[in-house]
């Protein structure tokens, strides 16, 4: 067993979204299942994402170099499925289709122990989201799976992406407090290394099948974070919620 | 009875928050009386909140000429407390206990219909925060009221103050919709009429004691108005919720 954490003057838990909180992977596969019957969902969610760095990058240049201003996420995961759609061959979706399609990031289930371990945590701490999905997606992915957020931060508030530093440095700054009363929930080790740089807490949360059953995530421990846990409930445990 | 609204195409409630959902008078009141004894709460609630437009005005000359960057309402207030501190010769409280009391405006509590009226409108609505004060105040608040909103959306979001109309159709464009599918919620019809002239919808609360039981508000109807009801819950029966 493992000691527990001091965590004394801790105020703020904010968590990463996507593949932490909410199962992209068997949320994308079962929308595209249904909207493109024979299509394999589980390899076109995969290609979906993996666009999401390369897009995300061009994005940040772009701004670095004063070319671009801030791209809200759906416009980013639009032009992404444009792109996947059109190397799998895929035709037969019109604009208000691809749309419908496109919001399936709105829609994305919670992984089974989220909304227990969420209401958990929020008894006793603040329980936000930081994470590069713009307000609205968050907001309506938190209203259709029942996320109790007390409130709802991303990319959008701070007019910058994860990992920069004016992300997690922000959380702190809107709640008035130290980087370390802040700590950073994830499932992705240089989200949570990145938060750790800018002197925040970090929980790691293992989520083997963030990328389908299919092909399980390694999940080792990494040095560095205050905790390492199997899923949400059992951080509520270690934080004594 | 008013014939019922043609609201088919609404997906937004926004709400002022300040005197619409939470009781500033008597909350302060409350709080100056806990941490001053002897001191006349009610009066002192007044020349706070009365220090507020002035301040806030000062706030946007200053940015429109340049000369000044966002300000959180939580700075405005303590400048403001300081002066009426001043103006009342009151001496005795040092930075910390100012800050303290600073911060009785993040335990305001709930007009007693706001919880549940807010609750059933959020079965079928998105619903929001639309308030000059700072993020950190609002979700404070509504951890400590128990308001139930689906996201915190507020002047810090859109880097503007109500009655810009950045704050209105920058409601719309997080959840990517016409104007027409917000609803600005307020006690005030200053801010519904700027709310309205950038094509939202609204809806007046009648908040007769926002200023204290003993100086009732004007609160008459005036044209325009989507809505015009004695409280949330009313707002609620309305919508058919």
Chains 1, 2 share one sequence.
């Not at 992915?141 to 957020?149: N, Q, V």
């Not at 440095?169 to 992705?188: K, N, S, T």
């Not at 938060?195 to 790691?204: K, N, S």
Request: glycine share 10%.
């Amino acid at each position: 067993m493992q000691a527990q954490p001091d965590v004394d003057d801790l105020k703020v838990i904010a968590f990463d979204v996507f593949g932490t909180v909410v199962d992209w992977h068997g949320g994308i596969a079962a929308e595209v299942e249904r909207l493109l019957p024979g299509v394999d969902g589980g390899a076109f969610a995969l290609a979906w994402r993996a666009g999401y760095q390369p897009a995300m990058r061009g994005v940040m240049e772009r701004i670095a170099a004063g070319e671009g201003g801030f791209t809200l996420l759906d416009e980013l995961h639009l032009s992404i499925l444009e792109n996947v759609l059109r190397d799998l061959g895929v035709t037969r979706l019109d604009a208000a289709h691809k749309r419908e399609l496109n919001r399936a990031w709105h829609r994305l289930p919670a992984w089974p122990d989220a909304v227990a371990g969420l209401a958990r945590l929020k008894s006793k701490y603040i329980v936000c989201t930081l994470s590069n999905g713009n307000i609205g997606l968050l907001t309506e992915m938190a209203k259709h799976a029942g996320l109790p957020w007390d409130c709802v931060l991303s990319a959008e508030v701070f007019k910058a992406y994860k990992p920069d530093p004016r992300t997690y440095l922000g959380v702190a700054g809107v709640f008035d407090i130290a980087p370390r009363q802040v700590m950073l929930a994830a499932a992705h080790h240089d989200d949570l290394a990145a938060a750790r740089a800018c002197g925040l807490r970090t929980a790691y949360i293992e989520r083997p099948n963030e990328f389908g059953a299919a092909q399980p995530k390694d999940v080792s421990p990494q040095a560095g974070n205050e905790l390492h846990v199997a899923d949400i409930g059992v951080l509520a445990d270690r934080l004594g919620c």
